[in-house]
């Protein structure tokens, strides 16, 4: 499903267009992946069951790096019953686009009793790439999603500044077609958002995690919010919207100089959310040690 304020990716050369199909069931005891469809560069690794019952895959993107015109989409949907656990061995790096754009459109629904954890690895901006990453997530009462993205601006490890190009984000949380939370927002190399003590006040890196479920309370925010950093290099906070429409959302928003600092606040965070919003206690994945 294409947002209406999410158009499409200008693509005037060949690109990748790509898609990837997944639904999540319950059989025997288990979650199991029961459809997986692909076309183009999108695929899931083998399904398998470090914690037993949940359903793990890991989404795969063999060309390694999204460049301008190209057009990836991902649809997920777990029914009643089901757990699944979806993660992506490595950053997606989105390289300098030669005055294209870039799209990823992600939609995640999760049905009444359904339980969702999606945790990709960030995403990496490179100088002069122009990218459009949309996603949406759509829980019924009765259903959870524990889930998150993250952003860093220019190849930081290479000593890269983000000194030209654009970045679109369009969020979208709640229920059928009831929103809890819409974000959008346009970050261009040049923006005074960067560098604005309101906005991103200087820091490259910025992730959200956004829970979703009877389990996201404002007790559970404030206990979250105990353990959150905030220095001059690495900050978070949290905030919990009540259910006045559809699902309670619990947002967690974090900027960093690094993106291992920052991930390490989403992974404690998912750690300590994992249980009063799933019933499932947290067990870190085996990708995170690699």
Known sequence: MRHPDFPPAVATLPAWQASLRLRFAARGGRSVLVERRHQG????????????????AVILHPPAGIAGGDDLDIEVAVEAGA??????PGASKWY???GREAAQRVTLRVAAGARLDWL??????????????ATRVEVEPGGSVIGWDALVLGRRASGEQWSSGAVWLDTWVGGGARAQWIEQAHITADSPLRGARGGMDGLPVMGTLWAVGEGATQELAEQLAQTLPYTAVLRAGVSCLPAARAQPVLLLRVLGERMEAVRQVLVAAWTLLREP????PARPLRLWAT
């Open 41 to 56: 560069p999108l695929l899931v690794q083998k399904p398998l069951y470090p914690e037993g019952a949940p359903c793990h």
């Open 83 to 88: 757990h699944g656990v979806l993660a992506t």
């Open 96 to 98: 300098k686009s030669l």
């Open 120 to 133: 990709p690895q960030e995403n990496i901006i490179y100088d002069a790439a122009r990218a459009r990453i």
């Open 277 to 280: 919003m799933h019933g499932v």
